[in-house]
């Protein structure tokens, strides 16, 4: 059993950096990762058209593990992503201030509230020093704290939701990256909330089969790569393998055909002019 400091969320960021910055990620860009982050979540997609709700849970870890490297793009290393968290989410949600030490132990916007976050910033400042001592150790403690908050029943219409939240917490995340000169903390603030959704889906399947992202994810990674089971990991076929599609687009005969399709488009742009 690993101890509570290897859980911390800030653990995980180092260990997939371990695993995956030497040889596979640290030549990819952001926009890259990023990309990958979106292609991880297609699967979920794929699965709500198919009516197959309940298979999501075995993509959290995948989804998980490409937002780490996400943020291993995006924050350097000497800040903490679990304070970065912990000071928007201080047991409280930031929007209609519910939570620990407060009159409501639950959130009662529901995420519908006007209130601005701007506009509460000085109160969850204070919350996170108010409520210092439950701050989250450990990925589980996260799940319990956003459970607590923000406390979901598991059904196929919340599933829906929380995955078409993380696609929409993964675009305002790109806007935010377009702005990151202009507002740093803007890009902290979205990678915090894709965070938020990708424990809420978690905590969707937990009500139903007592999921648990944190063993999920170790179970999967092991402080290795899941493929090739090595530190870092030595994988080739990574960038290049499609996943997402049945079509072979591997082979030269598609590159041969793909240049025959840039030529009719091209005939059909002149055309039209
Ligand atoms: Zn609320
Ligand atoms: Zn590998």
């Known amino acids: 059993m690993a101890d509570k400091v290897s859980q911390n969320i800030d653990n995980y960021i180092i260990m997939f950096r371990d695993i995956y910055e030497p040889v596979q990620n640290l030549e990819n860009s952001f926009h890259q990762i990023l990309a990958k982050l979106v292609e991880s979540l297609t699967p979920c997609a794929q699965l709500i058209t198919k009516n197959k709700i309940e298979d999501i849970k075995i993509r959290i870890p995948v989804i998980f593990a490409w937002f780490i ?17 912990w000071s928007k989410y201080p047991y409280i949600c930031p929007y209609c ?7 409501n132990s639950v959130c009662i916007c529901n995420g519908m509230t006007k209130v601005k976050l701007r506009e509460n910033l000085e109160k969850i400042k204070n919350f996170s020093i108010e409520n210092a001592k439950l701050k989250p150790k450990t990925l589980k403690d996260w799940q319990t704290l956003f459970g607590n908050v923000y406390p979901k029943k598991f059904s196929e219409s919340e599933i829906k939701a929380i995955v078409l939240h993380i696609y929409e917490e ?32 978690a905590n969707a399947f937990e009500d139903e089969c007592g999921y648990d992202l944190q063993a999920s994810v170790r179970s999967k ?34 590159i041969e055909n793909w240049s025959t399709y840039q030529e009719l488009a091209l005939k059909f742009h002149k055309k039209k002019i």
Do not use: M
């Not at 899941?226 to 997402?244: A, F, M, N, Q, Y």
């Open 97 to 103: 201030l519910s939570g620990e030490n407060t009159n």
């Open 221 to 254: 990674y092991q402080d290795k790569c899941h493929i090739c089971k090595l530190k870092p990991c030595k994988c080739t076929k990574l960038i290049k393998e499609p996943r997402l599609t049945s079509e072979d687009w591997n082979s030269h005969d598609d």
């Open 69 to 85: 490297a996400l943020v291993n793009k995006s924050i350097i290393k000497e800040i903490s992503f679990n304070e970065i968290v």
């Open 170 to 201: 993964i675009g305002e995340t790109s806007e935010a990256y377009r702005l990151k000169y202009y507002n740093k903390a803007y890009l902290f603030n979205e990678l915090s909330d894709i965070f938020t959704w990708i424990i809420a889906l």
